[in-house]
């Protein structure tokens, strides 16, 4: 190295400097604590005096019926989220792309967007006015139709199904419109090649504009797979009001580690479960990492 | 030659059949609907009078309008108004600083003149690949860094939101190279040379991450709810407004020993609606009046990433 590029090379680093100490102290630093999860972990003691017990807490967890339940309910919550979340964000992009009037795209666009802005505590009180048991419209409704009124608040069986809706009905609207925004670009000669062969609007779609989303699609599906176990505890909590009824189908690893701190206490059981989930996650994303070097012959990292 | 010159009317390409016409006009209508209701319900509920919302439960429209439910709001605002200062000087110090900081790791990791690319991008990108989880954050946090109940662990704590770097990556790798060679030659430093030359020319992606910063920020009530007591921001206010709200209608059901709320008469739905409309407008506001600059940088975004 001459001695410009070395100076050159000094600033760059320190450009770096102030991110890299504050995810070194405030990332980095707590994989230590990831130890707890061999312990019997006494915050008196701190975690160089508590008991080192191996993997006992683990052995409890997948014992217990703990980690079964928290792991099924991640895996089937992402799951239902991501093929709700790609089938509906791509039908209404395709469809959005297909809409002649402008101004009908934009109105469209601003209002379906307009639920990604709000907090997860305001989509709670929505569902709220939905569901609650005495004032909630759909109770209503569905009690003027069949006579029963029905408490979602105390019956899990239905929690899985509202948390996607709800998750679809936040994030769908801007996933749609990314798609729009990327079909916009493709080559209009396509289009016109079509117009030319007859084609109808659905085989345009079909032929034309889906394959150009395809890899698009595919990487937003695997990626979001990496993430299998974990979930936006701000959904899950506000959404349900973290009701105890409704644990069965709605806890997941972050409402557990959650209440470990606030009432129940075991930090390293929790912990332990914290470590399952990122190790699942690590393995998951060089998997997914190497895949996608496959399909598109680029590293998402 | 015929066919192609009738193409080049575009009403031609991009015409619906009727039929098309009704199923995507409908559809999208359909949904718009879907998204609306639960606002309107909101809205209308909040104004209406709350025996009424009590016997007949919420609906989209208003029913008999009654401003109660504001009042209440409004007589004692001073909890409501502090949860709003801690949001905007959350939100405000949070965002700046990890704009900041994410524009500077995003301009030199951007820079393959930089020795240090790789293992950088490497050290942040391994954060999202793995993390402690926040139980060993928390102890962390609270027993050796003494960050609980201050303003600066809901500032610093999301801070450096690593996407946020990918993104801005993306935008810097995009100056073209000829302008870096003259700022070499003119001798600037590469402090200069991100912040003078670079950044001004990455203005939408800077504006695409500022409102991806704010709405992080904003509608945080988790960093709150785990690390602090007295700083509520409003995300966390309405939830703490709701808890209690429910606990009301508990008690008021069920008759509480001690607590002489039964047959009161609480507005207890109509208020809680009053809030949420209270604690969240303003900001709704101002994220649809820029939301056109937001999705513009993130399409192109997304392309670029």
């Given at each position: 190295m001459t001695k410009g590029q070395r100076k050159e090379n000094i600033e760059h680093w320190l450009l770096c400097l102030p991110a890299l100490l504050k995810v070194l102290i405030?990332?980095?630093?707590?994989?230590?604590?990831?130890l707890m999860a061999f312990q019997f972990y006494i915050p008196r003691r701190g975690l160089f005096g508590s008991e080192w017990v191996g993997f006992q807490n683990f052995a409890y967890l997948f014992k217990s019926t703990i980690a079964s339940r928290l792991i099924i309910n991640a895996v089937v919550l992402n799951a239902l989220g991501i093929v709700a979340g790609t089938v509906v964000s791509l039908i209404v992009g395709l469809v959005m792309f297909e809409v002649v009037n402008k101004v009908f795209v934009r109105a469209s666009q601003t209002i379906l967007i307009?639920?990604?802005?709000?907090s997860w505590p305001l989509v709670g009180v929505l569902v709220g006015s939905f569901?609650?048991?005495?004032?909630?419209m759909l109770t209503n409704i569905l009690y003027s139709i069949g006579g029963t009124r029905i408490d979602f608040y105390s019956e899990p069986g239905y929690w899985r199904a509202i948390l996607t809706v709800t998750l679809v009905w936040k994030n769908s609207g801007l996933s749609a419109v990314m798609y729009y925004a990327f079909l916009i670009?493709?080559?209009k000669q396509l289009y016109e090649a079509a117009a030319i062969d007859g084609a109808s609007k659905f085989r345009r779609m079909l032929h034309v504009s889906m394959p150009a989303l395809n890899l698009m699609v595919v990487l937003g599906i695997i990626v979001s797979s990496a993430n299998i176990?974990?979930?936006d505890f701000n959904q899950v909590y506000f959404v349900t009001n973290n009701?105890?009824?409704?644990?069965?189908?709605?806890?997941v690893i972050e409402t557990y580690m959650f209440r470990a701190l606030r009432?129940?206490?075991?930090y390293s059981i929790s912990t332990a479960v914290g470590l399952v989930q990122a190790a699942v996650g690590f393995v998951l994303t060089i998997v997914i990492n190497y895949v996608s070097k496959k399909l598109s012959a680029q590293s998402l990292f | 030659m015929s066919a192609r010159t009738k193409i080049k009317d575009k009403s031609l390409i991009n015409k619906l059949s009727p039929a098309e016409g009704i199923l995507f006009y409908g559809l999208l209508c359909v949904l718009m609907i879907a998204v609306a209701v639960p606002f309107l319900t909101l809205v209308a509920s909040s104004f209406s009078s709350s025996s009424l919302i009590r016997a007949?439960?919420?609906?989209p429209w208003i029913q008999a309008f009654s401003l109660d439910a504001y009042k209440i709001v409004f007589m004692y605002p001073g909890d409501m108004l502090y949860s709003y200062l801690v949001s905007v000087v959350v939100t405000a110090a949070g965002s700046a600083l990890n704009i900041l900081l994410c524009a500077m790791v995003g301009y030199s990791t951007s820079r393959?003149?930089?020795?240090g690319r790789n293992i950088v991008t490497f050290f942040f990108a391994f954060t999202i690949m793995f993390q402690a989880g926040f139980v060993p954050q928390y102890i962390l946090y609270r027993?050796?860094?003494?960050?609980?109940?201050?303003?600066a662990v809901l500032i610093l704590?999301?801070?450096?939101i690593v996407p946020h770097i990918i993104i801005l990556r993306a935008f810097y790798a995009g100056v073209p190279g000829e302008l870096y060679d003259a700022a070499k030659v003119d001798g600037a430093s590469q402090y200069r040379t991100c912040f003078q030359i670079a950044t001004p020319l990455i203005a939408p992606g800077i504006a695409t991450v500022v409102f991806y910063s704010v709405l992080t920020y904003w509608n945080d009530p988790f960093t709150a709810m785990l690390y602090?007591?007295?700083?509520?921001p409003v995300a966390l206010y309405l939830s703490r407004i709701t808890q209690y709200i429910e606990f009301l209608k508990y008690a008021q059901q069920n008759?509480?020993?001690?607590?002489?709320?039964?047959?009161?008469?609480?507005p207890e739905d109509t208020l809680l609606y009053a809030i949420a409309i209270a604690t969240t407008a303003p900001m709704l506001f101002i994220f649809t009046l820029f939301q056109r600059f937001f999705v513009r940088g993130l399409a192109s975004g997304a392309v670029k990433g």
């Open positions: 405030f990332s980095y630093l707590p994989l230590i604590g990831l307009f639920p990604y802005f709000v569901l609650s048991e005495r004032t909630g670009g493709v080559d176990l974990r979930i009701d105890p009824s409704l644990y069965k189908t709605t806890d009432t129940e206490g075991d | 007949n439960g919420a609906r393959s003149t930089f020795r027993n050796y860094l003494n960050l609980y109940n201050t303003w704590g999301p801070v450096v602090t007591d007295d700083l509520v008759g509480f020993a001690g607590l002489d709320v039964a047959g009161s008469e609480i």
